[in-house]
């Protein structure tokens, strides 16, 4: 049985940093693109980084410079550590893979999802 179970979440003030970390279980990680997403109040899914096999990073413009996509494939883990969060960032931020194809930005793309854990930015 495939699981992705995302860690991290939290309440913080704007300008703090966060990091999140996502285990995976049941699948070849290392085989495996791995994404995350986010999802706010009343909001659409929106890609926010990806990492490939070959650990190639992509990042969505308004994270770029701020967050930063990392994996361990001896953990089975990939990490998104966020800084300089601000109020927007607020979302339940997922994390999502895809099996030996590149990142991809559309969810529809992804194989596997985790459950999410919530990230508020308060001004």
């Known amino acids: 049985q495939v699981q992705l179970v995302e860690s991290g979440g939290g309440v913080v003030q704007a300008g703090d940093s966060l990091r999140l970390s996502c285990v995976t279980s049941g699948l070849p990680f290392s085989r495996y693109t791995m994404a995350w997403f986010r999802q706010g109040p009343g909001k659409e899914r929106e890609f926010v980084a990806g990492?490939?096999?070959?650990?190639?990073?992509y990042l969505a413009d308004s994270v770029k410079g701020r967050f930063t996509i990392s994996r361990d494939n001896g953990k089975n883990a990939v990490s998104l550590q966020m800084s300089s969060l601000k109020p927007e960032d607020t979302a339940v931020y997922l994390c999502a893979a895809r099996f030996l194809s590149g990142v991809a930005m559309r969810p529809t793309e992804y194989d596997y999802w985790g459950q999410g854990t919530q990230v508020t930015v308060s001004s």
């Open positions: 990492i490939n096999w070959s650990r190639n990073t």
